[in-house]
């Protein structure tokens, strides 16, 4: 018997590693030589490690937040610097940004890989452990960007709430939000899992003071230190949020570029922060009765509903929501229309940016607002579903 399971862990472990070698190939097909033609908006090969590498003082092995600009999270900076030193000792003083986005996907797909053990350790049944190994976001987003560390953190978090061990589980959500922001998301949950769980009101107090105080400090170990050095430098991932006008398939981006409604940055902002308050509350509320004990599952219909209300919505933040979907969507067959959402979305808008250079294929603002609907109506199904219906078996087995 243990020899069959090991030998179904090997099997998941090669899908898995084919599956982002495939990731890999399709970002490096089209490096050697540099982007031309537009090549990275038509084969959907564009990726931010390259422009990072010269953009950001990686390849002179700058500091980030010290020596050079960085508008991601202090871990996900640290993770980027660490990636540019390892491509450096790898390939020497006349390494390229072609190593440096080699090394980004090996490091994701490690994250891959420990999302995968974590899945496996804690009971997953076969089809979704399936589904994360041959995991089509992997493929488009494996060195895209750099997600899969906040997402291992995030499923980490979740796996321990799972549990009950709600004190490092905030600790862990709040490290996934040092490195990437939407782990934060969950912080909320564990702490209404903590005031409203087993136990007098004297023992739920101190417990939910106990998550908060473990958060601030997970948070507060890693953030501090380049607050009070670099604090201008540090804070450029919150102002860039703020002032940035959105990507081209956000539902604020579709209504502006159809015609509909045009709200400037500000009110984008305002009406965005409010529309994902109002629903999560109602999520929560709506959700409260069926996952009375298991509050911590409602992550997934909050990342869901954060995303589709967000006036930014970058490809890649699929690939936030798909692990947390592996894990608590109740039917996968929903999960099976946003992949499906997802790739038609992500092609219609790099196609649109191919149109502009003059490339072909290229798509309309039309074709973003149609791929871009199907999936959003594909992620309000993903809602309904995990507010209304009960997790996976698997899920609720004791851990």
């Keep these: 018997m243990r020899r069959a399971i090991d030998r179904q862990l090997i099997w998941l472990a090669l899908v898995l590693a084919i599956t982002c070698t495939l990731g890999w190939l399709f970002k490096a097909h089209c490096t050697p030589g540099g982007w031309t033609d537009g090549e990275q908006y038509t084969t959907g090969c564009y990726n931010d490690a390259l422009p990072f590498w010269r953009m950001r003082g990686v390849d002179k092995g700058q500091l980030p937040y010290l020596e050079a600009r960085m508008e991601y999270p202090v871990l996900t900076g640290a993770q980027i610097w660490v990636e540019g030193v390892v491509t ?24 891959a890989g420990l999302i995968l053990w974590l899945f496996w350790q804690a009971g997953m049944d076969r089809p979704r452990l399936w589904a994360w190994a041959a995991a089509p976001p992997l493929i488009l ?15 980490g978090a979740m796996l321990l709430a799972r549990s009950g061990r709600l004190v490092p589980a ?3 959500a709040a490290l996934g939000a040092a490195a990437k922001l939407f782990p934060v998301l969950m912080l909320p949950l564990i702490g209404l899992g903590a005031v409203f769980g087993e136990g007098d009101w004297k023992r739920r107090l101190r417990r939910a003071a106990a998550c908060t105080a473990a958060a601030l400090a997970a948070w507060g170990v890693v953030n501090l230190p380049i607050a009070l050095i670099a604090p201008a430098n540090w804070s450029e991932f919150y102002l860039f949020s703020q002032e940035r006008p959105g990507t081209m398939a956000s539902i604020w981006a579709i209504a502006g570029n159809m015609g509909w409604w045009g709200p400037s940055i500000a009110e984008r902002n305002f009406y965005a922060a409010a529309l994902f ?3 999560a509350a109602l999520i929560v509320a709506l959700g409260w009765r069926q996952h009375r004990t298991h509050l911590w599952v409602l992550f997934t219909p909050v990342l869901a509903w954060f995303m589709l209300t967000n006036k930014v919505y970058s ?9 947390a979907l592996v894990m608590t969507a109740p039917r996968l067959w929903p999960v099976a229309l946003f992949v499906a959402g997802d790739i038609a979305a992500y092609f219609a808008e790099f196609w649109f940016f191919a149109g502009m250079e003059n490339a072909w294929p290229y798509a309309t603002t039309t074709d973003i607002a149609m791929c871009a609907g199907f999936r959003a109506a594909a992620i309000l199904l993903i809602i309904v579903d995990a507010v209304r219906r009960d997790p996976p078996k698997w899920l609720l087995r004791k851990a």
């Design 170 to 172: 905030a600790a862990t």
């Design 88 to 111: 450096h000792a790898l390939f020497g003083s006349k390494a390229h940004d072609f190593q440096f986005l080699a090394v980004v996907s090996a490091v994701n797909a490690l994250f």
């Design 141 to 155: 987003y494996l060195g895209h960007n750099w997600d899969l560390g906040a997402g291992a953190l995030a499923v």
């Design 315 to 323: 490809p890649q933040f699929d690939l936030w929501l798909y692990p």
């Design 277 to 279: 308050v109002a629903g």
